[in-house]
């Protein structure tokens, strides 16, 4: 059946019975003129973000499932870059009237089943006909504790930068899909577009960071690492030295690297799709914030590099010791 055989209104409440609308604070959810909800005395957070078919997917190259969980996800990212907590979201969806009543339903339960697990209520959202692609966009409501949250101007001079998880996987798995005459093996390559398809959302990991007060700024890598790091500096008003050497790739990137003959570091450095956390604290807090969060999560945390003075240049350490200049090499709409 398609959208446009089965109507809005029934399309609506077929999708409500496939998301969670109950949770904290959730006093009306769907089926009035807007959502009703009591958020306890915390600061509110609060984001948006599109997945357009064509710009941020390729019908081809993800399931619908695995699109509706990486819409949800990239924001949950954002809302994990302030130590938030998220709460309730918003989805707003436009479709071609052609679109299968089944694919909506698959790219629902992906959006539930991330929603679930993150305790996340869907309140309320619109739906919509398309006049060419589908268009999905999820806004999202969180809170932090005001001692907690974590933003991009904190960073200070002699403060250690550091990510969680390895860089460059998401770029090089859509990479390999797009351009499959570079020579690599096909466990790597499966590998590599699984992790650009599926991401992992480092949201447990933010809230041990924002509890433990180690850390002084962050941010999350969707763009790329060089682009996010220097929103960090433009924010904070300081320079930065980042160590290409010591930029955490995995065994895979790696491999794409030399089949490829691009150098691995830059992969990292240019990739978005990672949503890893990108995060300042000063150096007396760092190998406490490595230790606490490898043993409460087992994700790697990895310094990479150092907050600099305000005067002093961004700039990227080559594997050869030589220096260039840290510019923003990463994906941008316009």
């Known amino acids: 059946m398609l959208v446009s055989e089965m109507g809005e209104f029934e399309l609506i409440e077929h999708l409500a019975r496939i998301i969670p609308q109950k949770g904290p604070g959730v006093v009306k959810a769907l089926g009035d003129d807007c959502a009703v909800l009591q958020i306890p005395g915390e600061l509110t957070l609060w984001t948006m973000d599109s997945t357009i078919e064509g710009i941020h997917y390729l019908p081809h190259l993800a399931t619908p499932a695995e699109i509706g969980r990486k819409a949800l996800l990239s924001n949950l990212s954002d809302l994990a870059a302030m130590g938030g907590t998220p709460r309730y979201a918003i989805i707003s969806l436009s479709l071609p009237a052609e679109t299968s009543v089944e694919w909506v339903e698959r790219l629902y339960s992906g959006i539930a089943e991330l929603a679930r697990k993150t305790g996340v209520s869907i309140v309320g959202g619109n739906t919509s006909r398309s006049p060419q692609g589908v268009r999905l966009e999820i806004s999202v409501l969180g809170t932090v504790r005001e001692v907690e949250i974590l933003r991009r101007d904190g960073a200070m001079p002699g403060d250690i930068v550091m990510v969680t998880g390895s860089l460059g996987d998401g770029y090089c798995g859509l990479e390999s899909a797009l351009h499959p005459e570079i020579p690599v093996d096909t466990q790597t390559r499966e590998i590599l577009l699984a992790r650009y398809r599926n991401p992992v959302l480092y949201l447990e990991e933010a809230r041990i960071i924002a509890a433990s007060g180690l850390a002084s700024s962050m941010i999350d890598i969707s763009d790329g690492l060089s682009s996010d790091l220097l929103h960090i500096c433009n924010a904070s008003k300081v320079g930065v030295e980042v160590d290409s050497r010591k930029l955490p790739i995995s065994d895979e990137v790696t491999r794409f690297s030399k089949g490829s003959g691009a150098e691995a570091w830059n992969y990292a450095l240019a990739g978005g799709d990672d949503y890893g956390l990108l995060l300042t604290a000063p150096e007396r807090t760092c190998e406490e914030l490595i230790k606490k969060i490898s043993s409460s999560t ?37």
């Open 298 to 334: 087992g994700t790697m945390l990895t310094a990479i590099g150092r907050i600099l003075e305000p005067e002093e240049l961004r700039t990227i350490i080559l594997p050869d010791d030589s220096r260039q200049e840290l510019n923003a090499a990463a994906w941008q709409h316009f």
